[in-house]
């Protein structure tokens, strides 16, 4: 618990229902334990399933954050194409800019401290398969093929300044 909580905790309250009233408080903002959304066996326009395997345990988080409906078993099975990757790797491996990273419509992101160091930047976490339908698009590069001439060419740039 952070001091700022303890400092906010009303008189008439002991700690031990203070500290319970905060987990429950983080609990229901998390969405997680006995606030976490259930699967309902009505089937209407809302309900979505996953793409991979169509079972209707979908992994909210991701639904919410990424509009993208899987369940935690297909991420496990096709970890390759649900992987995350951070800021830094969109950027390096998809050339990709800031601004298209920024952009939340675009590229839809996960939110995270640094486990690093906590005082450092939060990390922002991009679905791969995402970021690769983003890149190889006409939007973008137009195909993985272009992707790596483009990167081919920035490195035999960088090298030409590098000898001069």
Not at 49 to 76: I, M, N, P, Q, Y
Not at 124 to 141: G, I, N, T
Request: net charge negative.
């Amino acid at each position: 618990m952070h001091a700022a909580e303890k400092d906010d905790k009303p008189g008439n309250v002991t700690q031990q229902e203070w500290e319970r009233q905060q987990l429950l408080k983080s609990l229901r903002r998390e969405r997680a334990g006995p606030f976490e959304p259930g699967i309902t066996a009505i089937k209407d326009q809302a309900t979505r399933t996953c793409r991979e395997c169509g079972t209707l345990e979908v992994d909210f988080k991701w639904a919410e954050v990424f509009d993208l409906a899987v369940c935690s078993a297909c991420k496990e099975k096709y970890s390759e194409k649900y992987s995350l990757l951070t800021k830094t790797e969109a950027k390096e491996d998809y050339l990709l800019t800031e601004p298209e990273l920024k952009d939340e419509k675009l590229l839809p992101h996960l939110e995270r401290p640094n486990p690093h160091k906590s005082t450092w930047h939060n990390m922002f976490l991009y679905l791969r398969c995402q970021v690769e339908d983003y890149a190889f698009s006409e939007r973008r590069w137009g195909s993985a093929e272009a992707l790596d001439e483009e990167f081919a060419r920035r490195e035999t740039e960088k090298k030409k300044r590098k000898d001069t």
